[in-house]
C-alpha cells in the first residue's frame, strides 16, 4: 500500500484496485502538518495561522464525515467517488485523477467542459443540501474512470444555506488558494465567468435540498 498524497485532514493510500484509503490524521500530527505548510508559504505567523486553523479544519471534517455518513442512502454516492466507511474517519473511495492533473493533460476546449461539469456537480451537490466551503477546483475534484467530473475531498462542507449564501454575495471563489494562484488565462477568465453566471441565489433555491425532500416525499408514503 503505497502513500500517493496527504492533505491537512488525510493520509491517501494507492489500494492497487482501483480505490484509494483516505486515513484521518492524528491531531498532533496534523498541527505539525499544517504548520510546515505554513512555514512554506512564508506566512508572517505560521504558528499563530496553525493554531487557529487546525480546531476549525477539525472540527469541520468531523461534521462532513458524519453529514454524509448520516445521508450516505440518499445522496448519489458517484458524485463523491462511492466512499465506504471504515472505523471512525477513514473510508475507502474510488481512485480520482485530479483536475490539477487532468489539465496537464488537456485542451483548453476540454478544459472548459470540465469546468462547465464543475458547476454541474456543485448543483449536484446543493440538491443533497451540501456544498464544498473552498472553491478548490483543482484538488477537491477529479475525472472517475467514466470521465465525470465528481467531489474527492468532502472534509470541509457546510450544511447551511445562509452560509452558502454568504459565500455566493462575497464570491468566495474568487478567494480562493486555488484561483489566486491559478495563472492568468483564457482558462482562468473563462471559470471566473462561468461562477459568475451560475452561483447565484436564484440557482441555490432552485437546487438547495430538491433531492433530500423527494426521499423524504417517498419515505412518507410507504
Do not use: C
Not at 484509494?20 to 512564508?42: G, P, S, T
Not at 505567523?45 to 486553523?53: A, H, W
Not at 474568487?174 to 494562484?181: D, G
Not at 453566471?197 to 440557482?203: A, G, I, Q
Amino acid at each position: 500500500m503505497k502513500k500517493i498524497g496527504e492533505g491537512w485532514q488525510y493520509k491517501v493510500y494507492d489500494l492497487e484496485n482501483g480505490r484509494v484509503l483516505k486515513k484521518w490524521r492524528a491531531i498532533l500530527l496534523q498541527y505539525f502538518f499544517v504548520y510546515f505548510q505554513e512555514l512554506r508559504k512564508k506566512q508572517s505567523d505560521p504558528f499563530r495561522k496553525t493554531i487557529v486553523d487546525v480546531p476549525r479544519v477539525r472540527r469541520m471534517g468531523y461534521d462532513s464525515v458524519a453529514y454524509i455518513k448520516n445521508n450516505l442512502l440518499i445522496i448519489d454516492k458517484k458524485i463523491i467517488g462511492n466512499p465506504v466507511f471504515l472505523k471512525k474517519y477513514d473510508y475507502e473511495q474510488d481512485r480520482i485523477t485530479s483536475l490539477k492533473e487532468a489539465f496537464s493533460k488537456s485542451s483548453v476546449e476540454e478544459i472548459k467542459r470540465m469546468l462547465d461539469s464543475y458547476v454541474e456537480l456543485i448543483f449536484a451537490t446543493w440538491r443533497y443540501g451540501f456544498s464544498d466551503a473552498m472553491y478548490g477546483f483543482l484538488n477537491n475534484n477529479g475525472l472517475n474512470k467514466n470521465g465525470e467530473v465528481v467531489q474527492i475531498d468532502f472534509g470541509e462542507l457546510l450544511f447551511s444555506k445562509d452560509q452558502v449564501k454568504k459565500r455566493i454575495l462575497n464570491k468566495r471563489w474568487l478567494l480562493s488558494h486555488t484561483f489566486i494562484t491559478f495563472k492568468e488565462s483564457e482558462i482562468k477568465t473563462y471559470y471566473q465567468n462561468i461562477m459568475e453566471k451560475n452561483m447565484t441565489l436564484e440557482n441555490l433555491n432552485k437546487y438547495w435540498g430538491k433531492s433530500l425532500s423527494v426521499e423524504h416525499s417517498r419515505s412518507d408514503t410507504v
